[in-house]
């Protein structure tokens, strides 16, 4: 991601960002330390995880109204989604015994 | 109307994910309730803050809307200033879209430096609506104290110590200060509690003039509680009526939530870091006067609205 | 072209102000009143309320939040203006610099008054200098009429697409905001097509650009966006004398960065700005009947600095004496550092010489102004020591 840096004639002026919502480029996945690890089986897709995650990293299919993961480029693994889970879906784990097993 | 959550899937647009708040971060859970409440097109100002800073941290925008920040004290002078020019381009013809202005401030840009500004903003009647996402302190810089810092809690610049409790006097009551400018709708909410807060949020770009949410977004870092305990803590906030939840609207103050028994102020103080200090010996009458103030408050407010 | 009718009305330098403004009609007025700026808001108000403009007005609460506003304002599109003074301009400051570093082309006069403290509401630069590396154009008026052309002026070096900067247009308090004067005034029409539609770049109204303005910058970008602030300053500078041209056109005054009078056989010359450039004309007419080569120099332009006309200007002069209505304390005054800076390259170099004037509303009396001729004749002045011109010992 460390893009060459550009200098000030070929940057927009006056500090302003013309491509809306670009920060998806940047991914903040490799801040977690503990993942979120989703248990397909009892989820009831209430879809509580996915309104109170604070990094839009609840994945949703729209069309058939289910829950369908985490989005791990953006997880910041803070494991609210656990907490706010009535059915206890998730499990956090250790991203480097993860890494490991 | 209630919102069902299976409904808002894929509203989730406005703050897009790559932002750099902490880890479970109150303040993002705030926008996007609030902006999923409007199908309308959004004009947006932050004040400086933490949502402001790790949001826009340059050449990167989480914003996928209009989006502008100028300065700590002002959003409520910018957003007057947003809307005011909407309508100059609809008296011309320029613009045919329903636009709907929102700002941000935190606690810090609302209650303690920005007050002025939202308060001209509020007395002028322009149709937008203010969130302060309230964390409690100036937590973008370090979790220094701030006029909705709550009693006995421990700041940087009022820290517990030998001779100090922490924050010495109660936090100001900035939703009814907004409430006093009459032709305002006025409303307090909590992250905890989406569905008032969407239904607030709503009525609030509905209202035809100037609105203003108070929500009570937790900052888990400094107020010391576990990443994972957003959630819990804001509702704990609510339950023990620490932060009642209500709207005033033409005058008309309604309480949205009495707790059946409230559960007692303890609770809140034991769950967080930042009150460490009170649960030593000797501080008892400290916790007291707090929960007494709690009680105090919640009364007022059921007076207010059985009158 | 056809000639432009015109109107000649007898205005204070607020009522031109005001009565520019209502030809130009903006979008958005954000504004708060102060003296002396006072009178613009309350003429310009009555014209919104009699329905004469199709202005939006926002009356703020203070003038931090009036150049809020009208950042808001201009960043969503809309064509905006505000005035102020003195304190007002101190309170705004640190919106200032941000209006020119979002390149947000507000055009405000500024109706020049001392800054507290003592509170003091009569002229001097003081307000106006305290803003000078704020990345606004500045331009000074001598007179109502003045203060007339420059408000066109500014809007459209403003708005032009390789500027984008906020103006200030400068008069003084009470001498020229409060003096009525024949103001020469264009038919509403030729301000209108002069001016003509705004066209911002990237103005949050247009949903389907989002873009965000004002994000947090760090030490990877942010010199890289100082750095293309500069070149829309100097492109303004490069702009200046083809729209002041244009206004020429249509009022048939001329606008240079720089105006001279009795000035290229003159052996001494005072360099100044503003009001006091008139009273120093009638001084200089009643010397030169005297057989004195004495001579003017009024600076227009001040932000950005026209720093090769004036040493060209300059250039070998006997004396020069700096008039500055400001102080920096503990250094020499704004106009003439600027000038020293102008001339240090010279080969001729003139003496120049320091002199501060008219701090608080001093009046500057042609007695004053002929003790600074008769002062460089003489050769009484010292060029490392600032003259006080009119204090009491
Ligand atoms: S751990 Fe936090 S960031 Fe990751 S999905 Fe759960 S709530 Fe979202
Ligand atoms: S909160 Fe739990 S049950 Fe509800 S959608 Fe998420 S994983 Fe499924």
Redesign the interface.
């Known amino acids: 991601m460390a893009a060459k840096l550009k200098g000030w004639k070929e940057i927009p002026e006056a500090g302003t960002i013309v491509e809306p919502g670009n920060a998806r480029n940047y991914k903040t996945g490799g801040w977690r330390s503990d993942r979120p690890v989703w248990n397909k089986e009892t989820c009831i897709h209430c879809f509580f995880c996915w309104i109170w995650c604070p990094d839009m990293a609840v994945q949703v299919d729209q069309a058939n109204k289910k829950m369908t993961g985490i989005n791990l480029e953006y997880c910041k693994g803070c494991g609210v989604c656990a907490e706010v889970c009535p059915k206890k879906c998730f499990t956090m784990k250790n991203e480097k015994e993860l890494t490991n097993e | 109307m209630a919102f069902l959550?299976?409904d808002?899937?894929?509203k989730?647009?406005i703050?897009?994910?790559?932002?750099?708040?902490?880890?479970?971060?109150?303040?993002?859970?705030a926008v996007?309730?609030v902006t999923m409440a409007t199908d309308n097109?959004l004009?947006i100002?932050s004040a400086t803050g933490c949502l402001?800073?790790s949001?826009?941290?340059?050449?990167?925008?989480?914003?996928?809307?209009?989006?502008?920040?100028?300065?700590f004290?002002?959003a409520?002078?910018?957003?007057?200033?947003?809307?005011?020019?909407?309508?100059?381009?609809k008296?011309?013809g320029?613009?045919d879209?329903e636009?709907k202005f929102l700002a941000f401030g935190g606690d810090g840009g609302t209650y303690d430096i920005g007050l002025?500004?939202l308060?001209?903003a509020l007395?002028?009647g322009h149709d937008f609506v203010y969130v302060c996402y309230d964390n409690q302190g100036y937590m973008n810089t370090g979790a220094q104290r701030s006029a909705s810092t709550p009693m006995g809690a421990s700041t940087t610049t009022e820290p517990a110590g030998k001779k100090s409790i922490g924050k010495r006097i109660q936090r100001k009551d900035l939703t009814m200060i907004a409430a006093a400018h009459h032709n305002a709708y006025a409303a307090q909410s909590s992250?905890s509690h989406?569905q008032d807060l969407m239904s607030k949020a709503k009525k609030a770009f509905e209202y035809e003039g100037p609105a203003f949410i108070n929500v009570l977004s937790p900052c888990?870092r400094f107020w010391r509680v576990?990443?994972?305990?957003?959630?819990?803590i804001a509702k704990l906030a609510v339950e023990t009526n620490f932060w009642p939840l209500f709207e005033i609207e033409n005058m008309k103050l309604t309480l949205n939530f009495k707790p059946k028994e409230r559960k007692p102020i303890i609770d809140w103080i034991k769950a967080q870091g930042r009150y460490k200090h009170l649960l030593q010996a000797g501080n008892e009458p400290v916790i007291d006067e707090i929960q007494k103030e709690v009680d105090a408050y919640f009364d007022y407010l059921v007076r207010l609205s059985s009158i | 072209m056809s000639t432009i009718q015109k109107n000649k009305l007898s205005l204070t330098g607020n009522q031109a102000a005001a009565e520019a403004m209502r030809q130009i009609d903006p979008d958005v007025v954000a504004a708060y009143p102060i003296t002396p700026q006072t009178e613009i808001v309350m003429a310009f108000s009555q014209f919104h309320a009699d329905g004469k403009v199709n202005t939006e007005m926002i009356r703020v609460e203070s003038e931090h939040s009036a150049m809020s506003a009208c950042i808001g304002s201009a960043s969503a599109g809309a064509r905006t203006m505000t005035a102020t003074s003195s304190q007002g301009l101190a309170l705004m400051h640190e919106m200032v610099f941000i209006a020119a570093s979002l390149r947000l082309p507000i055009v405000m006069p500024v109706v020049n008054r001392a800054l507290s403290g003592p509170i003091n509401i009569h002229c001097d630069h003081s307000d106006t200098m305290a803003e000078r590396d704020s990345g606004w154009i500045q331009i000074f008026a001598e007179n109502p009429q003045e203060v007339y052309d420059h408000m066109f002026l500014a809007m459209k070096l403003a708005e032009h697409p390789d500027v984008q900067l906020p103006v200030m247009v400068n008069q003084d308090g009470f001498i020229t905001s409060h003096g009525v004067e024949i103001v020469d005034v264009l038919e509403d029409k030729a301000v209108k097509d002069f001016v003509g539609e705004y066209k911002p770049k990237t103005p949050l109204l247009d949903l389907k650009h989002p873009v965000t303005m004002g994000a947090l910058d760090l030490y990877d970008y942010y010199f890289e966006h100082k750095r293309q602030q500069a070149e829309a300053v100097k492109r303004a500078f490069g702009l200046f004398d083809k729209v002041a041209g244009d206004v020429s056109k249509l009022t048939g005054r001329k606008y240079p960065m720089v105006e001279t009078y009795q000035f290229d056989d003159a052996d001494y010359v005072i360099v100044t700005m503003s009001s006091a450039a008139g009273t120093t004309k009638f001084v200089i007419d009643s010397l030169r009947a005297q057989g004195t080569k004495v001579g003017l120099l009024k600076i227009r332009l001040f932000r950005p600095f026209p720093y090769k006309i004036i040493s060209g200007l300059l250039k070998g002069k006997k004396g020069v004496a700096v008039l500055d209505r400001s102080a920096s304390f503990g250094a020499f005054s704004p106009v003439y550092t600027e000038i020293m800076n102008s001339c240090y390259y010279l080969d001729a170099r003139p003496n120049i010489y320091p002199v501060v004037f008219g701090l608080g509303g001093r009046d500057l009396t042609p007695k004053l102004i002929e003790s600074v001729y008769t002062g460089l004749i003489g050769n009484k002045f010292k060029t490392d020591q600032i003259e006080y011109l009119g204090v009491r010992e």
């Open positions: 959550l299976k808002l899937l894929g989730d647009k703050l897009t994910s790559g932002h750099r708040l902490c880890p479970g971060c109150g303040a993002p859970m996007k309730m097109p004009i100002t402001e800073v949001t826009t941290i340059y050449p990167f925008t989480a914003w996928d809307t209009p989006w502008v920040h100028s300065a004290e002002n409520g002078a910018t957003i007057s200033g947003l809307q005011t020019a909407f309508l100059a381009w008296k011309k320029k613009i879209k636009v002025q500004a308060s001209g007395e002028r992250i989406w888990v576990p990443s994972s305990k957003t959630v819990e």
